[in-house]
Nanobody
Framework: VQLQAFGGGLVQAGGSLTLSCTIS????????ITWYRQAPGKQRELVAG???????TYGDSVQGRFTISRENAKNTVLLQMYSLKPEDTAVYYC???????????????WGKGTQVTVSS
């Protein structure tokens, strides 16, 4: 399974950006798809996750600002990011597993990251 993340870039604080993660096989066979991010000098952290049934979870710092969704017909997961802050600056990774966990250690598949930079 290969994952590719797209959509990173430079945006001003308060702006919005949408990331997409395309998966090489039917995402209906993948139970959990997540977005993680890693800022310089910090640990990788969960941003958002979504299950095959549509259940979602969000990190505390992005709750209410970010939305994760699945487009099954396109084998794609989107991360819509609003009201961006400089502290959202990080490399964003999509990751997936066939289990039922959002935990980083449970991820079986990782895509290359895409850089998001939010200027103040």
């Amino acid at each position: 399974v290969q994952l590719q993340a797209f959509g990173g870039g430079l945006v001003q604080a308060g702006g919005s950006l949408t990331l997409s993660c395309t998966i090489s096989e039917s995402i209906t066979s993948i139970n959990v798809i997540t977005w993680y991010r890693q800022a310089p000098g910090k640990q990788r952290e969960l941003v958002a996750g979504i299950t095959s049934g549509g259940d979602t979870t969000y990190g505390d710092s992005v709750q209410g600002r970010f939305t994760i969704s699945r487009e099954n017909a396109k084998n794609t997961v989107l991360l819509q990011m609003y009201s961006l802050k400089p502290e959202d600056t990080a490399v964003y990774y999509c990751a997936a597993n066939r289990k039922s966990s959002y935990a980083i250690y449970a991820m079986d598949y990782w895509g290359k990251g895409t850089q998001v930079t939010v200027s103040s």
